[in-house]
């Protein structure tokens, strides 16, 4: 079994920085082969991608481009994601996710591990 823990969330103020982090474990499991992302939801809203990483790279939903930064320790199994200039509107719920295919998706339903997730709240 895969399990997926995230950590780091909390409130900042609008402008600020907070940096999420997820570790994965998994008995016999080789994690390097598998894309992993980070998608968020919040209330009354559909879940939704945030950026994924996967051997050839990252990649970002438009919003969040040039504020997020995503990547991955490959030695201890920790995937990060730098959230610097947070608006309000990126309070939500944030998900670690993980697809052992390794595809470059952005489809929640095709990645088949999550973690419980952790609060992300940005006051104005």
């Known amino acids: 079994q895969v399990q997926l823990v995230e950590s780091g969330g909390g409130l900042v103020q609008a402008g600020g920085s907070l940096r999420l982090s997820c570790a994965a474990s998994?008995?016999?499991?080789?994690?390097?082969?598998?894309?992993m992302g980070w998608f968020r939801q919040a209330p009354g809203k559909e879940r939704e991608f945030v950026a994924a990483?996967?051997?050839?790279?990252?990649y970002y939903v438009d919003s969040v481009k040039g504020r997020f930064t995503i990547s991955r320790d490959y030695a201890k199994n920790i995937l990060y994601l730098q959230m610097n200039s947070l608006k309000p509107e990126d309070t939500a719920v944030y998900y670690c996710?993980?697809?052992?295919?390794?595809?470059?998706?952005?489809?929640?339903?095709?990645?088949?591990?999550w973690g419980q997730g952790t609060q992300v709240t940005v006051s104005s």
């Open positions: 996710a993980a697809d052992p295919l390794g595809r470059a998706t952005m489809t929640p339903s095709e990645f088949g591990y």
């Open positions: 998994g008995s016999g499991r080789i994690f390097s082969t598998y894309a």
């Open positions: 990483i996967r051997w050839s790279g990252s």
